[in-house]
């Protein structure tokens, strides 16, 4: 069965605080990859793809490892308004061929000040 | 910026009653996909639809469900008879191919009581 799995957290860290989140697959023909961001009761938003050189957006890093089929997410100086659940999304192929965002459970992010 | 819409927000229904929820995707959009999270849980795949038929459905979308493109821009999900395990957020998401991003719908609260 294809997972994708991630630490749920809480992850409880203080305003300007840096935080990583994991995130693995077992599907190692994954093609796409992303990471969302969800607020209590609200749409998943994407927050950043992710390449295979790793990506910046800000205090935002992005970083992928095929061999490991692992995924990783940087925040740096936490921001109050960074408080969210973090969703590790995985393009996979379905049976019937098609791809299919896969998403795991979610890492809970709580900034404090 | 084009968006997903969808109605109606919240849905209260009885058990056994059909329910209609209705999206309008992101209009040059051509993959389109329905998924639920009952509260406190991940968001799980429930169905694709490309080329007007569906690509992909997951062990969820059973009997009870159908979806359907109606006209040019909305696409509906049907649900002929509801149970009260039915009760979760049912989010509708589009994207212009296979490997880009999808866009989420705000999402429709359905509680069956």
């Known amino acids: 069965r294809k997972e994708v799995e991630q630490d749920p957290g809480p992850f409880n860290v203080p305003e300007g605080a840096t935080v990583a989140f994991n995130c693995t697959y077992s599907n190692s023909a994954s093609q796409s990859f992303f990471w969302y961001r969800q607020d209590c009761r609200k749409e998943p938003k994407l927050l950043m793809s992710v390449y295979s050189s790793g990506n910046e957006d800000g205090r935002f890093t992005a970083q992928l490892n095929r061999a490991s089929q692992y995924i990783s997410l940087l925040i740096r100086d936490s921001k109050l308004s960074d408080s969210a659940t973090y969703l590790c999304?995985?393009?996979?192929?379905?049976?019937?061929?098609?791809?299919?965002?896969?998403f795991g459970r979610g890492t809970s992010l709580i900034v404090h000040p | 910026e084009p968006e997903v819409t969808q109605t109606p927000s919240h849905q209260v229904t009885q058990m056994g009653q059909e329910v209609i929820l209705r999206c309008v995707p992101i209009s040059n959009h051509l993959y389109f996909y329905w998924y639920r999270q009952i509260l406190g849980q991940k968001v799980e795949f429930l169905v694709s639809?490309?080329?007007?038929?569906?690509?992909?459905k997951s062990e969820i979308f059973d009997d009870q469900f159908s979806v359907e493109r109606p006209d040019g821009s909305n696409f509906t999900l049907k649900i002929r008879s509801t149970k009260l395990e039915d009760s979760a957020m049912y989010f509708c998401?589009?994207?212009?191919?296979?490997?880009?991003?999808?866009?989420f719908g705000p999402g429709t609260r359905l509680l069956v009581l």
């Open positions: 999304v995985v393009n996979e192929r379905a049976s019937g061929g098609s791809y299919i965002p896969t």
């Open positions: 998401a589009s994207r212009r191919t296979e490997q880009e991003t999808q866009y």
């Open positions: 639809f490309y080329n007007n038929e569906i690509s992909e």
